[in-house]
C-alpha cells in the first residue's frame, strides 16, 4: 500500500508539473495576441476610449446568461470544477473559485464522506490497487492467489472509507470545519500550487474563516490508528502507523495541489469549461 501511494503522489506531481508548461503557453499566447492587435490593450484599460473602428458592445451584448453554467460558478466563463475526474474519479468536494456556497450541515458532511466513500469508482480504484500491491508484495502475510487478493482488496477498501469519514465527517462535525475543497483559481503557478499543497494544513471553519485544519492532519491520525486494528501485528507499531499517516497526509496535499488546476487542465486539454 505504501508503494502505491507514492505512486500515487509522484503521478500527481508529474501532471502538476505539466501545468507549468500549459501555464507558459497561455503566457505567450496572451503576449503575442496583444502584440498584433494594441486596440486588445486598450480596450483592458479602464478608461481608455475605445479605437474609432471597434465596434461598442451594447448592453445586450455584456449581459450575463442567467441559465449559464457560468452565471452558476465563477464569473467570466472561466474553467469550472466537475463532479469527476476524467469522468471516473470522485471530486465532489471541489468548489470552483469564486463560488458562495451556506454552511454545511453535519448531515452534509457525513453524506460527502459517504459519497466518496461508497462511490463505484472507489471499488474500481480499490481492485487497481490491490492488485498492485499484491504484485509488489506489500503484505507478505496475506499471500498470493484469490484469497490473497480478497485480503488485499477489503484491508484497502477499509482504509479509504475510514479515512474519508474521519477526515471529511467525523472531525469536521466535531470541529465546526468545511469539509470542501474552495479553489483559488487566481496567480501564478507556484502561488496557486502552494495555495493547493498547503490546504491539508489550513480550511475554513463553518464560519468561513481560515483556520488549522485539524479535521485532516487528526482524522488521517485516526485513520492510521484504527488500521492496526486490522493489520497484521507486524505492522501495529508506532512506526509503521506513523508512516501510514504521514503518507496519507502527503497524498492528501497533492490532491488538492492537483485539484486547483483541474479546471485548467480540462479545459485546455479536454476543451470543457
Known amino acids: 500500500m505504501p508503494l502505491i501511494r507514492l505512486s500515487s503522489a509522484l503521478s500527481i506531481t508529474c501532471v502538476t508539473g505539466l501545468l507549468l508548461f500549459v501555464n507558459s503557453g497561455d503566457l505567450l499566447e496572451a503576449q503575442q495576441t496583444t502584440n498584433s492587435n ?59 473559485a469564486d463560488t458562495k456556497l451556506p454552511p454545511q450541515s453535519v448531515k452534509d458532511k457525513f453524506v460527502m464522506a459517504g459519497k466518496s466513500s461508497f462511490d463505484y469508482s472507489s471499488f474500481l480504484l480499490t481492485a487497481v490497487q490491490s492488485g498492485f500491491s499484491m504484485a509488489t508484495d506489500s503484505y507478505p502475510e496475506f499471500h498470493q492467489g484469490a484469497a490473497g487478493y480478497g485480503r488485499y482488496y477489503w484491508h484497502t477498501l477499509a482504509d479509504t472509507g475510514s479515512e474519508n469519514f474521519m477526515v471529511a465527517g467525523v472531525w469536521p462535525a466535531i470541529f465546526h470545519q468545511d469539509n470542501r475543497y474552495y479553489t483559488l483559481g487566481h496567480g501564478g503557478f507556484r502561488k496557486r500550487a502552494f495555495y493547493g499543497a498547503t490546504r491539508v494544513l489550513i480550511t475554513r471553519t463553518d464560519a468561513g474563516n481560515n483556520t488549522f485544519n485539524a479535521s485532516e492532519i487528526i482524522g488521517a491520525g485516526s485513520a492510521a490508528g484504527i488500521s492496526s486494528l486490522y493489520y497484521p501485528t507486524k505492522y501495529r507499531t508506532w512506526t509503521k502507523v506513523g508512516q501510514k499517516w504521514l503518507t496519507s497526509c502527503l497524498i492528501d496535499s497533492g490532491s488538492y495541489a492537483f485539484k486547483e488546476f483541474w479546471p485548467d487542465i480540462n479545459h485546455k486539454i479536454f476543451h470543457t469549461k
Open 38 to 96: 494594441p486596440g486588445v490593450l486598450v480596450a483592458a484599460l479602464p478608461d481608455a476610449p475605445l479605437p474609432a473602428d471597434s465596434q461598442q458592445p451594447t448592453p445586450t451584448d455584456s449581459k450575463p446568461n442567467p441559465s449559464s453554467a457560468d452565471s452558476q460558478g465563477k464569473a467570466g466563463g472561466e474553467p469550472q470544477q466537475t463532479d469527476r475526474i476524467l469522468g471516473i474519479m470522485p471530486n465532489f468536494n471541489a468548489v470552483t
